[in-house]
């Protein structure tokens, strides 16, 4: 009984995605998608420019230590 399920639910959710509301979802989503990704993408560069700025640092910190010891 429990087969019918999975396949009658994933016909049930292609017809809906079929009509006008569907398709407007599918926009919605796909807006809300792209949002999210450039976001992410905001997010990554940032990230890689403040992982930069330590490395800098932490080089000019080495330097610094080896003229101190040498």
């Not at 990230?47 to 010891?69: D, F, I, K, M, Y």
């Amino acid at each position: 009984m429990k087969r019918w399920i999975l396949p009658a639910a994933a016909v049930g959710v292609v017809i809906f995605l079929m009509t006008r509301p569907g398709r407007e979802l599918q926009e919605e989503i796909s807006d809300n998608f792209g949002d999210w990704m450039d976001t992410v993408l905001r997010a990554s560069n940032r990230v890689q420019h403040t992982l930069a700025q330590v490395q800098r640092t932490l080089e000019r910190c080495n330097r610094s230590l080896e003229q101190a010891a040498g």
